[in-house]
């Protein structure tokens, strides 16, 4: 990929071949307990962490390096979201808003279910209002869950909104397939995250970027090249095979992995959003994230030398989402593993 000599904010001399990853530390596997408790299902826990939170609704964090821009507003409010990013036109949009689904017993102010027109106007309303951010040529990803007991809501019903939304193209269904999965005893354990990529005008895709570290094994598929009987392995422009659609090299984010944010919920892997952000990056690259969640965004973007912006609407996401900017520049780990970001609550 190319280099930049100056990002949207002002900072200059940036590489975005450089994807380097430390090596997590060594630890002992078989103690390990999370410090800090399910942020969303836990009104109590709420409270005691928002007083460590450095952003209000409506405000933005700037990053002293000038990368990065994080801020407390709704995906639906047009006026924040043109503050936080500064009229810069996104070229590489990611979503992972609320799914919409049951989580046990728990009815607390961040977990409820809506109705599903209710859900689907919230879908079209925050579409509509990040959309309109985006550059002429753009790619946009988005994380849909499906509630198999409502005729899978809402995918079906956000697929049908796109086709309404100008100029945008429905380019792929990527399916990442998870090595930990929640079983049942009637029915097909659930493996699966959906990914719906959609672009508009000239988007940038970069296929050598979809390259994984996964060897080509697959033998017996042979073709006549040039007269010649060529095997398939041959053939290939690496040697190692490419991602596609179905994502099988990509481990889900749980206690044991050292990018692990305790108190966050189903947080997307950083390869996932790597793999997005270094095959649609082009030398102008800008990424925006409505729904930043556990920061995961950021950090892909920060390791690819790219400006981001991003928000939510929960004063507790966006810092630690900040939190965990900084504690990866500090240590060059990529979250806290067990560990609580917020080690003020122990003080």
């Not at 409506?58 to 639906?76: F, L, N, Y």
């Not at 509509?128 to 499906?146: E, H, I, M, N, R």
């Not at 979809?210 to 053939?235: C, S, W």
């Not at 966006?318 to 003020?344: D, N």
Request: charged share 25%; glycine share 6%; with cysteine.
């Amino acid at each position: 990929m190319a280099s930049r000599s100056a990002d949207l904010f002002g900072n200059t001399a940036l590489d975005l071949t450089k994807r380097d990853s430390p090596l997590p530390p060594k630890v002992d596997r078989r103690s390990m307990v999370e410090e800090i408790g399910r942020i969303d299902g836990d009104n109590e826990l709420r409270e005691r962490l928002l007083p460590f939170c450095r952003l209000k609704p409506g405000e933005v964090w700037t990053d002293p390096k000038g990368m990065h821009r994080i801020a407390v507003t709704d995906a639906t409010d047009a006026a924040g979201l043109a503050v936080l990013t500064q009229q810069n036109k996104p070229t590489i949009i990611i979503a992972d808003p609320p799914y919409n689904v049951v989580v046990g017993a728990r009815n607390t102010e961040a977990l409820f279910k809506k109705s599903a027109g209710e859900y689907d106007r919230f879908s079209k309303n925050w579409t509509k209002t990040v959309l309109s951010l985006a550059a002429q040529d753009a790619s946009f990803y988005v994380w849909l869950g499906a509630d198999y007991k409502n005729g899978f809501h809402p995918i079906p019903e956000f697929c049908q909104m796109m086709r309404d939304a100008d100029g945008w193209i429905a380019r792929n269904w990527i399916t990442v397939r998870n090595q930990r999965g929640y079983g049942t005893q009637k029915n097909w354990m659930w493996v699966r995250q959906e990914l719906l990529y959609y672009a508009r005008g000239n988007a940038h895709f970069d296929v050598m970027a979809e390259y994984t570290d996964i060897p080509k094994v697959l033998k017996g598929y042979y073709k006549q090249v040039g007269g010649k009987l060529t095997e398939n392995t041959e053939r290939g422009k690496s040697d190692t095979i490419r991602a596609g659609n179905v994502w099988i090299d990509i481990q889900q984010v749980f206690y044991r992995l050292e990018e692990n944010v305790p108190g966050c919920y189903a947080q997307k892997p950083v390869k996932a959003i790597e793999r997005i952000i270094a095959s649609s990056a082009n030398k102008d690259a800008f990424v925006f994230d409505p729904f930043v969640h556990s920061g995961t965004t950021v950090i892909a973007a920060e390791k690819l030398r790219i400006p981001s912006a991003s928000c939510d609407l929960d004063p507790i996401y966006a810092e630690i989402t900040i939190r965990r900017l900084e504690h990866y520049r500090k240590t060059g780990r990529l979250g806290w593993q067990c560990k609580s970001p917020f080690p003020e609550l122990s003080l």
